[in-house]
């Protein structure tokens, strides 16, 4: 087991699938204990990238280690390391939810009394100790109760590293609820979780670090604050008494949004506030308040990943 304190590391990983070059040479570093947010827009590689650390995908070259060790050379330590919850859902018209857990165990060669009682908690805390769930055959089971079994599925083993891809995606609230202060608690016991997403409040509330790829390639590996406090713009929402006809062109420019309550401008980091209000003074607009606040991830993520944006 590693002491590096790098709970991931992709080394310069490369897919190719025929003509589409799904990852071109991605490099970075998950630390221990880190609650990571790999995001991107659809067909950024994200999958790509999460499958190639559980072996589901074979790079075309590059490497990855997880906890120390080499996903392709020494399989059954990463595999043991990490719990993947996929997107697909399952159904299995043969077994039960505990007996696919208590298989999934004995894939690892837990069982026993503490194993026992791990699945009871799994199947407590995801909500699928009710006997008749636990007991039900996987496929009368609907979508978001496939999901649950999916997430105990990739926690049987207690892995150290836990990969959960879009496991919002389609979930109603309560599941949503329990899936995040479940997986809180995993992170504060000192498990390493990996997040993708496309629900970048949920990225923004929950992930610690942040990596950005498009096109299969890194555009940006910041922690989530320092990836909001560089940002180079905020945004300025001004309410307003009267709205005067026309705005200079300094305003127009800079609006971004415009409803019941009011106008939002996207300015620039180094524009001063006193440049701003004596545009708004000169435009004849009554202002009755301006609140200013900082981009969110989302505005953040989409200025990134904008067709033409520098790399
Ligand atoms: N098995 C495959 N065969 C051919 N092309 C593939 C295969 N899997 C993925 N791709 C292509 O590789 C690229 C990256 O796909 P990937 O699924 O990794 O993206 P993603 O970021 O996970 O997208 P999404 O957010 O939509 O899930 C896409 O262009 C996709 O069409």
């Known amino acids: 087991m590693s002491n590096s304190g790098i709970a991931v590391s992709f080394k310069n990983v490369r897919k190719e699938y025929k003509d589409v070059k799904a990852l071109q040479g991605v490099s970075f570093d998950v630390e221990q204990?880190?609650?990571?947010?790999?995001?991107?827009?659809?067909?950024?590689?994200?999958?790509?990238?999460?499958?190639?650390?559980?072996?589901?995908?074979?790079?075309?070259?590059?490497?990855?280690?997880?906890?120390?060790?080499?996903?392709?050379?020494?399989?059954?330590?990463?595999r043991r390391a990490l719990g993947l919850v996929p997107q697909e859902l399952i159904s299995d018209p043969f077994f039960s939810i505990r007996e696919l857990l208590e298989l999934q165990s004995?894939?690892?060669?837990?069982?026993?009394?503490?194993?026992?009682?791990?699945?009871?908690?799994?199947?407590?805390?995801?909500?699928?100790?009710?006997?008749?769930?636990?007991?039900?055959?996987?496929?009368?089971?609907?979508?978001?109760?496939?999901?649950?079994?999916?997430?105990?599925m990739a926690l049987v083993h207690r892995p150290q590293v836990i990969v959960l891809d879009e496991p919002t995606a389609g979930v109603d609230v309560d599941l949503r609820r329990t899936l995040w202060e479940f997986t809180k608690e995993l992170h504060k016991q000192g498990h390493t979780i990996i997040l993708t997403t496309h629900y970048l409040e949920e990225a923004e509330a929950l992930c610690d670090r942040v990596a950005i790829i498009q096109k299969g390639q890194l555009k940006a590996l910041d922690s989530t604050e320092a990836l909001l406090s560089k940002h180079p713009f905020r945004y300025l929402k001004v309410r307003v008494e009267k709205h005067s006809p026309e705005l200079p062109e300094a305003l127009t420019s800079r609006l971004v949004d415009q409803d019941a309550g009011g106008l939002t401008f996207k300015v620039e980091k180094e524009t001063s506030m006193s440049q701003m209000l004596g545009w708004l003074h000169a435009s004849g607009l009554q202002v009755a308040d301006i609140s200013s606040r900082d981009a969110t991830l989302e505005e953040v993520f989409l200025d990134l990943t904008a067709e033409g944006a520098a790399a």
């Not at 990855?64 to 990463?78: H, L, N, P, W």
């Open 106 to 152: 004995g894939y690892f060669g837990l069982k026993g009394s503490t194993q026992t009682r791990w699945i009871d908690e799994l199947l407590e805390r995801l909500a699928l100790a009710d006997k008749a769930k636990a007991n039900a055959n996987t496929n009368q089971l609907s979508g978001g109760m496939k999901r649950r079994v999916l997430i105990a």
């Open 33 to 78: 204990g880190a609650f990571f947010g790999l995001l991107g827009p659809n067909g950024a590689g994200k999958s790509t990238l999460i499958n190639s650390m559980s072996g589901l995908v074979i790079p075309t070259s590059g490497s990855i280690e997880v906890m120390g060790a080499d996903v392709q050379s020494e399989f059954r330590k990463t």
